[in-house]
């Protein structure tokens, strides 16, 4: 298979992370006669310094022309208070969903059991989760009316949903869910919020079309604290825009870091992979940062093309590092690696994974290749 993918690392500590998932991407396409031709653009704060614009045209129109975009994060604390949208980088990312038709985030969380003590909860909490989060991406409050008074003492943000937005989201949960578990979650405030009532409206008239799967429902504040005190409970949640936002990142402590998590980001035509994290820009240029979550999302990207083999190869990788302790200071604060090794070590383990037979965790050093 031969796929053209955009490239967009933007700021922070994103660069380093993604040159990892390439290397996995590069070694998956040695290994299994696949061509992955990457073309770099620029997006978020460095695209703001360079271009004046948080997406420039030519970024845009690169992705639209390409089979998959894998993208790094967003951000800069100079712009944290800047009220000028043209100089905030997170409008870059907003804007390319939007022109993407990007409707929905997928984010698996799923434990591993090497790291289960390194989550603040409960080994016998957390063993055995495995569920997905469903976020609705491109409607609610992130992308409605949006006013400020000319004082600057009054401000709203619409929260809006069309029937349509929540039906193209919910059918590709309830599939999903048909492969797993057969249940869904929709979490919602119903209670409260005209939008959650539609929510319900429409997903139960969706789930008719899927006997199969069960449906269920939780109020958002109950889901956060189910999340936390019985996550094996879930298999699919399905969620709007604001809350999946705020829930997949809750969900991050249930792997230990938010290092491990990688998403999805689908439309129609177009497709966009990168890890849950941010910039995390005091980090930059460290080699301390964690790039499994962008190497996992590397692995989504190659199962969005059916590339399920390739894709086993690169969880079997990592799987492999974590077992032996060839992983970043955020999940080992003993660890000899940096961003560097933990990327070469899962690339040359695609490659030759026989090798390992000769691997010796103290004969390998900052600098070195990770395989000896």
């Known amino acids: 298979m031969n796929l053209k993918i955009a490239v967009l690392s933007g700021d922070g500590i994103g660069p380093e992370v993604i040159l990892q998932a390439k290397k996995a991407l590069y070694a998956i396409g040695v290994v299994f006669d696949h061509e992955f031709v990457f073309e770099d653009a620029l997006i978020g704060a460095v695209a703001i310094e360079k271009t004046g614009n948080p997406l420039p045209e030519q970024t845009l129109n690169l992705c639209l022309n390409t089979d998959a975009v894998l993208f790094g994060a ?3 604390t100079k712009y944290d208070n800047n009220h000028d949208p043209k100089l905030r980088p997170v409008n870059g990312l907003l804007k390319l969903r939007q022109a993407l038709g990007l409707y929905a985030n997928i984010r698996p969380v799923k434990p591993y059991k090497d790291l289960l003590d390194l989550s603040p909860l409960k080994r016998k ?25 000319a ?10 949903y069309s029937d349509e937005e929540i039906i193209r989201v919910s059918h590709l949960a309830f599939r999903t869910a048909q492969k797993r578990q057969k249940k869904v979650t929709l979490v919602d405030k119903a209670s409260i919020l005209e939008t959650s009532r539609l ?31 019985n996550p094996k409970q879930f298999d699919v949640i399905l969620t709007e825009n604001l809350f999946g936002d705020i829930l997949s990142d809750e969900a ?16 129609n035509s177009s497709a966009l992979f990168k890890p849950v994290h941010g910039t995390f820009s005091q980090a930059k240029g460290k080699n301390t940062a964690n790039p499994i979550a962008s190497i996992l999302s590397a692995a989504m990207l190659l199962e969005h093309f059916g590339l399920q083999l390739e894709a ?28 560097n090794e933990v990327g070469d070590f899962i690339s040359n383990y695609i490659l030759s994974k026989d090798e390992l037979l000769y ?14």
């Open 151 to 160: 004082q600057g003492t009054l401000a709203s943000d619409l929260c809006e």
């Open 74 to 76: 967003v951000g800069n």
């Open 312 to 339: 086993k190869k690169v969880y079997e990788a990592v799987e492999k590092a974590i077992e032996l302790n060839v992983v970043t200071a955020d999940l080992n604060p003993y660890s000899k690696f940096g961003t």
């Open 359 to 372: 691997f010796n965790n103290d004969n390998v050093y900052i600098g070195q290749s990770t395989i000896v």
């Open 252 to 267: 991050s402590v249930i792997t230990g870091a938010i290092g491990l998590l990688p998403s999805a980001s689908l439309g």
């Open 199 to 229: 929510w319900r409206k429409v997903v139960q008239e969706i789930s008719e079309n899927y006997p199969d799967v069960t449906l269920d429902f939780l109020y958002v504040d109950n889901a956060a604290m189910q999340i936390i005190i």
């Open 125 to 149: 909490i957390i063993e055995g989760t495995d569920f997905v989060i469903f976020r609705e991406l491109s409607g609610g409050s992130y992308f409605s009316e949006k006013k400020t008074n």
